[in-house]
């Protein structure tokens, strides 16, 4: 397993995404990006997560900084999730779980004595050089898009 630290450029990546095509690194160069893992869409964390980052859309937008999930749901299930729930944010469809495994988010869980392998809820600030600038790790959703975007002022 990867394990990514501050000043560590960001793996690159090009996944499918949610409205079709693909969602790629590089499409945003020169600019910071903020990448939400998410486990599952649909559930009730992740959707908080996923509306809290899109209601604040334009907060992140008006810094320059770009948004994006990543689980490992398909793409079709991501175009769910979007018209289900209006979210504003693109999403990217790792269902081989390559993106999730290069940036360490993908881990041994267990719940109700059981282990499984899943997504560990993370966010990860990347500068404009795509150097990781932040790391948050098991991410409780309430307050935690306030935190991304105080965090903001130090790129």
Known sequence: MNVLDKGQKAPGF????????????????GRPVVIFFYPKDNTTGCTKEATEFSANLEAFTAKG????GISPDSAKSHDKFVAK?????????????EVLEAYGVWKEKSMYGRTYMGVER???LLDRNHAIAEIWHKVKVPGHVQAVLDALDTL
């Open 65 to 68: 900084v770009a948004v994006i």
């Open 85 to 97: 729930h209006g979210l504003t944010v693109a999403l990217g469809a790792d269902e081989s779980h």
């Open 14 to 29: 090009s996944l499918p995404r949610d409205g079709g095509g693909t969602l790629s690194l590089t499409d945003f160069d």
């Open 122 to 124: 993370t966010t990860i």
